[in-house]
């Protein structure tokens, strides 16, 4: 009897935990390339990120509140721990400061540049290089 009683509830966390897990899924495409990423950790960006124009920069988020990337020229969602998106660089070369829409004080800073990482056309690229 006890057995049962106990399998039952096994069951019920399972399909609960499957109901929340499918939310974090909706992302689709995953971070494995070799892209330019921008990782959030203990309130900060990390060093300024050199990207290419119009290149898919990947935003990580490892910090234990919630943060977005925010800026008037691209914007995220707000990123739970573990989560990731991704947004399209401004096509405008130059230097776009950021900051995270709940916590001014934050400061990031993506520079666009013809030839930075992430670049498509791929042309005067150094070999192997960063
Ligand atoms: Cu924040």
Request: charged share 10%; glycine share 52%.
């Given at each position: 009897m006890g057995m049962l009683q106990r399998g039952a509830a096994v069951a019920l966390v399972a399909v609960a935990v499957a109901a929340c897990g499918s939310d974090s899924n909706?992302?689709?495409?995953?971070?494995?390339?070799?892209g330019p990423v921008i990782t959030i950790k203990d309130f900060g960006y990390g060093s300024a990120l050199t990207v290419a124009p119009g290149a898919t920069v990947t935003v990580k988020q490892e910090d234990t509140v919630q943060h977005d990337v925010s800026s008037s020229a691209f914007k995220t969602k707000l990123l739970s721990k573990g989560e990731s998106t991704s947004f399209t660089a401004p096509s405008q070369p130059g230097t776009y400061d950021y900051t995270c829409s709940i916590h001014p004080r934050m400061h990031g800073q993506l520079i666009v540049q013809a030839?930075?990482?992430?670049?498509?056309?791929?042309?005067?690229g150094m070999p192997g290089g960063y």
């Open positions: 909706k992302g689709g495409q995953g971070p494995s390339g070799g030839g930075g990482s992430g670049s498509a056309a791929g042309d005067g």
